[in-house]
């Protein structure tokens, strides 16, 4: 079964662009979570998606946003970036079928690098 | 506020010897915990996990421990190999909210 996708995998932007990040969950998950790591704050939590609906969200301002698709593909979009913005951005998807916990595991996708010049 | 902790930003093993990881939570509602590796510039790689009605799981070389009254859960890695080198990352949450909480990481380093 493939892994979870994230395309692209690098990304530069300057301040004030907006960017569109995609994520391919495993196939049969339903919900996709997305992350930021940055060195000084860690692995942070930005938000997710069940059923094209955004479940849980993350303390990010509203520049950053989502979406989920019908066959569960997600988009983040980031909206007039900052430099602070730089980071690698993980997307993650589970089964997530409200039975055993062990459907809630977590696969990551390998990240988008996004440098903000 | 941190509510998953990795106290030791690194350790370093012998090949074959025992790598123990240590990480502390402060949330009581967290009631499943995974350990994950992760490779700069790479996503983390999903280890192993345990459920809070449990108090220890495994799976070939790699154990985790979880202790609920002192909220402390720890990963056992026998024996370790060079490969074995990566920052490990515990991570956390509660029912009802798929949000993972994640520590600071544990960069591990397998001497041959």
Known sequence: KAGVTQTPRYLIKTRGQQVTLSCSPISGHRSVSWYQQTPGQGLQFLFEYFSETQRNKGNFPGRFSGRQFSNSRSEMNVSTLELGDSALYLCASSFTSGGPRWADTQYFGPGTRLTVL | ?112
């Open chain 2, 1 to 112: 506020d941190q509510q998953v902790k990795q106290n030791s930003p690194s350790l370093s093993v012998q090949e074959g010897r025992i790598s123990i990881l240590n990480c502390d939570y402060t949330n009581s509602m967290f009631d499943y915990f995974l350990w994950y590796k992760k490779y700069p510039a790479e996503g983390p790689t999903f280890l192993i996990s345990i459920s809070s009605i449990k108090d220890k799981n495994e799976d070939g070389r790699f154990t985790v421990f979880l202790n609920k009254s002192a909220k402390h859960l720890s990963l056992h890695i026998v024996p370790s190999q060079p490969g074995d080198s990566a920052v490990y990352f515990c991570a956390a949450s509660q029912t009802g909210a798929n949000n993972l909480f994640f520590g600071t990481g544990t960069r591990l380093t397998v001497i041959p």
